[in-house]
Nanobody, 124 residues
Framework: VQLQASGGGLVQAGGSLRLSCAAPGDILRGYTMSWFRQAPGKDREFVAAHRISGGRPVYADSVKGRYFISRDNAKNTVELQMNGLKPEDTAVYYC??????????????????WGQGTLVTVSS
């Protein structure tokens, strides 16, 4: 299974970017789709998760109110809209898929599939 993340780039602080993760339709329908990020020298960090079968998305406290995860079923993608970007948001962003329960979503060990990552750089 291939997840393809795209949309990263260089942006000034306060700006916005929209990431996209393309995935097979059966994965999008059957799995919780999430975004993680990893800054240089740091552990992979949970960002947001969304399950198509219901319930509200879950966000890390560090991005709540600035980032928004959504699905585009017509395009078979999961999107991450990032607003109010800060230099500390700089990282490689990964999309991932899990069948785990809601409480396990922040744990990268619980994920079955990963995309290749897309770099987001926020300049001050």
């Amino acid at each position: 299974v291939q997840l393809q993340a795209s949309g990263g780039g260089l942006v000034q602080a306060g700006g916005s970017l929209r990431l996209s993760c393309a995935a097979p339709g059966d994965i999008l329908r059957g799995y919780t789709m999430s975004w993680f990020r990893q800054a240089p020298g740091k552990d992979r960090e949970f960002v947001a998760a969304h399950r198509i079968s219901g319930g509200r998305p879950v966000y890390a406290d560090s991005v709540k109110g600035r980032y928004f995860i959504s699905r585009d079923n017509a395009k078979n993608t999961v999107e991450l809209q990032m607003n109010g970007l800060k230099p500390e948001d700089t990282a490689v962003y990964y999309c991932a898929a899990t069948r785990g329960v809601r409480s396990s979503w922040p744990d990268p060990q619980m994920y079955n599939y990963w995309g290749q990552g897309t770099l987001v750089t926020v300049s001050s």
